[in-house]
């Protein structure tokens, strides 16, 4: 029987500015998304890069360009798929995100598994999952494989002050998880922090995986939003036939 294992990069929370030389919270984000770039770059596995949003932290075109200036300054040639985070603006998203590297398509599909992509923006940084992403979402599930799911907004809380700009509407959310037959994990961006937590569902118990950002990673510690040090990150995902959901987080190192 032929077997079929998916290696994939998930990258999040680049708050990119119009100036290259920004610095946020004291991290030069330009240059910590190149360093994660180049060494995504290096391994022979990795298929494809997922990014989960907030590539902007100005909200400027610019930033957007910057970020097509670092995939190519790196010579990154793997595709890349994308959804919006709460900082960013879906029409620039697709305005800019569309060479020959980009995927806007919002599935990643083998034999064996779906990768699904959720929306969860909202017109606040907090999230919500609305009724037509929900329905899109059961439409696109093939019952016969497995699923996983990435998306921006952490969808169960983290404890500590993220929280308040977390998924709104869990418990609608949870009962459109239900719904989905073999849904193996969830990963998400958003929080700053490489995390590995339970969903509780009325009717399941799934896992969740969290990304470290390409930029700055929050301290858990306190009510406000303070770089802890640690340096840029990312996740690899390998993905089996049979289910089985590895999530490794790599960070930097000497960055």
């Not at 992509?117 to 599930?141: D, F, H, I, Q, Y």
């Not at 339970?198 to 009717?203: G, H, L, R, Y």
């Not at 996740?235 to 289910?243: A, C, E, I, S």
Request: glycine residues 4%; negative net charge; contains cysteine.
């Amino acid at each position: 029987m032929k077997t079929s294992t998916i290696h994939f990069a998930q990258i999040s929370d680049c708050h990119l500015y119009a100036n290259k030389l920004a610095k946020h919270y004291g991290v030069n984000v330009f240059d910590s998304l190149c360093s994660v770039l180049l060494h995504i770059n290096n391994s022979t596995t990795i298929e494809f890069i997922v990014f989960t949003g907030d590539l902007t932290q100005d909200h400027s075109e610019q930033s957007y360009k910057n970020f097509l200036e670092a995939v190519k300054m790196t010579n990154t040639s793997l595709p890349i798929y994308f959804l919006a985070g709460n900082h960013d603006d879906h029409e620039l998203l697709n305005k800019y995100l569309k060479n020959e590297n980009f995927r806007q398509e919002s599935m990643v599909e083998d034999p064996y598994w779906q990768v699904l992509l959720v929306n969860s923006k909202s017109e606040t940084p907090a999230g919500l999952v609305l009724l037509p992403e929900s329905k899109r979402l059961l439409e696109a599930v093939s019952p016969d494989k497995n699923q996983f799911i990435l998306m921006h907004h952490h969808p169960t809380d983290v404890g500590y002050f993220i929280d308040k700009h977390g998924l709104k509407n869990k418990t609608d959310f949870y009962q459109t998880l239900d719904k989905i037959k073999n849904l193996q994990a969830i990963a998400c961006g958003h929080v700053h922090n490489s995390m590995e937590l339970i969903i509780k569902t009325p009717k399941n118990t799934i896992p969740l995986f969290t990304c470290p950002a390409t930029s700055i990673q929050f301290e858990k510690l306190g009510s406000e939003l303070k770089n802890s040090g640690a340096n840029p990150g990312y996740r690899v995902f390998t993905l089996n036939d049979n289910g089985n959901v590895q999530g490794q987080t790599i960070f930097l190192k000497n960055h």
